[in-house]
């Protein structure tokens, strides 16, 4: 790449995994939570989900070669199936990133009580306060994109300092929480039945990893072979990234005998407070873990509303929407400030139900955009076999298999079949919308905004 390439691509390939990158914050401590605070399992059970994600992502680097124009998944399924299937997983999306916009401001809130504990007691308003200031600064256009980007990349340099400090220290005793026994090699004593349970709530890890598949049709000015160079580049990116995060922070919750937190605290805090004390470095390490959860939530704002916005709009006039045409409006930003809105208001109404609390939360997410998942992968699946190439198809019809035992372990648990139930609805709504008006071209493309 040329050298403004390489800027455009650092750009672009820092702001679109913001949302996974996020996800770091709060996966590695559901997954602990799951396995009721026992260290034994948490460094295997990560490192399966870490698994998982990469047999997805092979999926995604396929559709980004097939569909270098964006679209993703939904485009997939409507290819391979027809383009009424493509509700499926934009129904799933739909839910996905108003929940990120949820979960993000509650742990963008408790990243800050972590570090301030007298403020623990507004926990919900500051929440609400975040995800209410993060719409007002993704109405303010898509300049912001590039405080995701710098965002991003504040956190992996205070992440950096944190886990090599935590790995030539020695264990520290718990701040808080039950005590732990003292660290083991990591791959000893993990019980499979334990791995099995926790890795349904650690798979929110998975979130945001369609986003390059996607947000390549922002890049209009490349020609399809740039425009995979940068999607692909990006989901790679990303993989290491968070995968890389994941595996060195479970080690270091082992290793430094990290115990569960209590409530005013996150296992991501103590981790780092445990590495390198409660001095400044350890604050500017919440700070930055806040900021890219605000950049997460602004990222699935701009996301979710964008969909919004082309469903609203979809037909060759562009005049024949499934969506009241309201939501097709832009202000002078480009921005649909209506499509936000609504994505506040539903975000909100998640965040009071669950008191602030991510962890409330998160026990709802990661299902609907597995839905999502299990859509692309089968529809990838049935192309590949279409073509004759056989390894793509085997290699698709492994990741549909993983997604769909994530999705049956997570079906085992209410609140995950409330949230499946929800984009379910969704799409049925959308679908139902989309044949009363006469089955109008483009649905497919909505996912791209």
Request: glycine letters at 12%.
């Amino acid at each position: 790449m040329r050298l403004g390439r390489i800027h455009l691509f650092i750009a672009f390939a820092f702001t679109v995994m913001a949302d996974p990158v996020s996800s770091v914050a709060y996966a590695i401590e559901a997954a602990q939570r799951a396995l009721d605070g026992d260290p034994a399992s948490l460094f295997v059970t990560m490192a399966v989900v870490v698994g998982v994600v990469l047999v997805i992502a092979i999926t995604y680097h396929q559709l980004i070669g097939r569909f270098p124009e964006g679209g993703g998944g939904p485009e997939a399924v409507a290819t391979a199936f027809g383009e009424g299937w493509a509700f499926l997983p934009l129904g799933a999306l739909l839910v996905d990133f108003t929940l990120t916009v949820a979960v993000s401001c509650a742990a963008g809130a408790a990243a800050l009580v972590a570090y301030a504990p007298g403020i623990a007691g507004a926990r919900l308003p500051i929440a609400l306060a975040i995800a209410g200031l993060v719409a007002l600064g993704v109405l303010a256009g898509h300049r912001g994109r590039v405080a995701f980007a710098i965002a991003t990349q504040a956190f992996l340099l205070a992440a950096a300092v944190v886990i090599v400090a935590g790995a030539v220290g020695g264990p520290a005793e718990a701040a808080t929480g039950a005590a732990v026994e003292a660290g083991g090699p990591l791959l000893a004593n993990a019980g499979f039945a334990a791995v099995l349970l926790a890795l349904p709530l650690g798979m929110a890890l998975a979130t945001g990893i369609e986003a390059p598949s996607n947000a390549i049709a922002e890049l209009p000015h490349l020609d399809d072979r740039g425009r995979r160079r940068f999607g692909r580049g990006t989901l790679w990116a990303m993989v290491g990234v968070v995968g890389g995060l994941t595996l060195c922070f479970s080690a270091l919750a082992v290793h430094l005998e990290v115990a569960l937190p209590d409530g005013d605290s996150t296992l991501l805090a103590e981790i780092a407070r445990a590495a390198v004390g409660d001095g400044g470095a350890f604050a500017a390490f919440q700070l930055f873990s806040a900021l890219l959860l605000l950049a997460a939530a602004a990222s699935s704002y701009l996301a979710g509303s964008g969909v919004l916005k082309a469903l609203s709009g979809v037909g060759l006039d562009g005049t024949v929407g499934l969506l009241p045409e309201r939501l097709h409006r832009e202000n002078r930003f480009a921005v649909s400030h209506w499509g936000v809105l609504v994505v506040f208001l539903i975000a909100a109404a998640m965040i009071l139900a669950a008191g602030g609390r991510e962890q409330a939360l998160v026990k709802f997410y990661a299902v609907s955009v597995f839905a999502s998942f299990l859509a692309a992968t089968l529809a990838c699946a049935r192309l590949s076999l279409r073509d004759g190439r056989r390894r793509a198809a085997a290699a698709n019809l492994l990741g549909a298999a993983l997604v769909a035992l994530v999705l049956g372990l997570n079906l085992t648990r209410l609140d995950s079949a409330v949230a499946l139930l929800g984009s379910g609805l969704v799409a049925l709504y959308l679908w139902r919308a989309w044949v009363a008006r006469g089955r109008p071209g483009g649905v497919s493309r909505a996912s791209t905004g």
